[in-house]
């Protein structure tokens, strides 16, 4: 890259399970009123399905940067740096677009110098927070599904039978890897498997998201939902996307999570949304504390200055690693 040419950062933020336009607030122009750097756009990702397949909407966001990069060249800038950054599973569909531009450099004109995410559960859920909330809304989930089964004919006492095994399937998953991916593999079949496995993923990977919510969805629509959501049950690919992730050398990357404070003083494990990172790739993780009651309400509440009192300084932060990704990655390519 010569010192003439004209270079652009688009700086693209992607909202994460069930969210939309609004998940950042006025976040997005909270970092285009402190950017430093001379030409920076600040986009959006329109918002997309997170249902069905999780593959569709990293193919939908690498085409929409592309069509970012298209419009920056028309204006007269010869390169363009990306910098995504993702809140919740949003992080998760950054991680995959970057990991497929690595693959396939074709597919995006410009390059990816950074990620940016926002309490995303690389490692998945908290796995004691996952416990709490799947025994609180398992009975949900059952209820609305054994009306499906009642409807066609299907006998109540397989129902309840299946709602014992999904509280075995739920403990399984959250805490023997290899099992839960078994359990991942079983359940993403065309028919989701039996009621058991459904009522396993639901509890474990889907209760955190759904948690102050009702199923009143079609048995078809809440099947997509946990289709989509189902990533996070395979923890080994949670761990082998991270390895990647991190061993970029061209690509920097941070994640702010959500710290709530324990309230039994003598807990060793912070309260977390998000699954704490190995030690290996802890200094990638930056915590916010948080005065939130509840991991939810911390974790959807990340961009809201009434309820983040580190709001403000949460932006700053954000500016910082972006100049810093633009200065790192000059420096790279100025050699």
């Known amino acids: 890259m010569s010192s003439a040419s004209k270079s652009a950062v688009v700086c693209g933020l992607v909202h994460g399970f069930r969210g939309g336009d609004t998940t950042f607030k006025d976040f997005p122009n909270r970092l285009k009123t402190i950017a430093i750097h001379d030409h920076i756009e600040v986009k959006v990702f329109p918002k997309y399905k997170t249902a069905g397949d999780f593959q569709l909407a990293v193919n939908n966001l690498l085409a929409w940067l592309q069509e970012q990069a298209e419009i920056q060249h028309k204006a007269g800038y010869d390169h363009v740096q ?46 004691r927070f996952v416990t709490s909330q799947a025994v609180n809304h398992a009975e949900t989930l059952n209820r609305h599904m054994s009306r499906f089964w009642t409807a066609t004919s299907t006998a109540t006492t397989s129902t309840a039978a299946a709602s014992r095994s999904g509280a075995s399937v739920t403990r399984a998953t959250i805490e023997y890897p290899s099992a839960t991916r ?21 509890a474990a990977g889907a209760a955190a998201y759904m948690a102050k919510e009702k ?55 912070p309260r977390t ?17 948080s005065k939130m009651e509840g991991e939810i309400d911390a974790h959807t509440s990340i961009f809201d200055p009434s ?22 990655h000059h420096r790279q390519y100025d050699k």
Not at 96 to 124: C, H, M, N
Not at 183 to 200: D, E, H, I, Q
């Open 273 to 289: 949304f998000i699954a704490l990172p190995p030690p290996e790739t802890a200094h990638h993780f930056l915590p916010i504390p």
């Open 215 to 269: 199923i009143t969805e079609s048995m078809t629509d809440a099947f997509a939902h946990l289709e989509f959501i189902s990533t996070l049950m395979d923890l080994n690919g949670c761990w082998e996307r991270m390895r990647r992730l991190t061993e970029l050398p061209d690509v920097m990357f941070k994640c702010f999570y959500v710290q709530l404070s324990s309230e039994d003083s003598l807990a060793s494990d």
């Open 82 to 127: 990306f910098v995504l950054l993702g809140h919740s599973m949003g992080g998760l569909v950054s991680a995959e677009a970057i990991l497929q531009w690595k693959r396939q450099p074709s597919v995006l004109d410009g390059d990816i110098i950074g990620l940016l995410a926002y309490d995303t559960p690389f490692y998945s859920v908290n796995h």
């Open 182 to 202: 078994t359990a991942t593999k079983k359940t993403s079949s065309s028919s989701w498997g039996l009621l058991a496995g459904v009522v396993g993923v639901a």
């Open 307 to 328: 309820k983040n009192d580190h709001y403000y300084n949460l932006g700053l932060d954000s500016i910082s690693l972006i100049s810093e990704m633009v200065a790192r």
